[in-house]
């Protein structure tokens, strides 16, 4: 297990190796710039991972499940994952009671990320930015500013 926390110029930064974060008060990770590897995230009532706009996460080995539960978090939206920039390779993002992932900017490859509900309908993404992917499968439906056709009712948005 290591964490690094580090508050410099560019703003707060988390660094997480084969840590586990579960049952926080609210959210379990809000910092700007985060690198996970092998981390699991579950079981939080607020989003799993946030920050703002110009927030990044970089991760390899995440696993982002059944978070956003709260009350509040149904009425007025959370995500399993909340950042300005995602990118990494082997992210399952699932089961969260809000969006997947909801992002200005993704990357992704050999990820998942599927099962995720907001208001009782099946969501997995709202993004910006067409995003960069390769190998990664996704659930039904989006609410990005455009249909990129990534998922499967994109149409019928």
Excluded at 115 to 133: C, D, K, Q, T, V
Aim: charged share 25%.
């Amino acid at each position: 297990e290591a964490e690094d926390w580090h508050a410099g110029r560019k703003g707060a930064r988390a660094r997480l190796v084969n840590v586990q974060l579960t049952g926080s008060a609210e959210v379990a990770v809000h910092v700007g710039n985060v690198r996970a590897s092998d981390v699991l995230v579950e079981d939080n009532p607020g989003s799993g991972i946030t920050a703002g706009s110009g927030s990044r996460l970089k991760a390899e080995g995440l696993i982002v499940t059944r978070n956003a539960t709260s009350e509040g978090c149904q009425n007025f939206g959370c995500a399993g994952i909340e950042m300005g920039k995602v990118s990494g390779s082997e992210l399952s993002v699932t089961d969260n009671a809000g969006m997947g992932i909801r992002a200005l900017k993704l990357t992704l490859r050999d990820s998942t990320v599927i099962e995720n509900r907001r208001l009782g309908a099946l969501r997995s993404l709202e993004i910006s930015e067409l995003p960069r992917l390769r190998d990664v499968s996704f659930g039904w439906g989006s609410q990005s500013p455009v249909d990129w056709g990534l998922c499967a009712l994109d149409a019928s948005n």
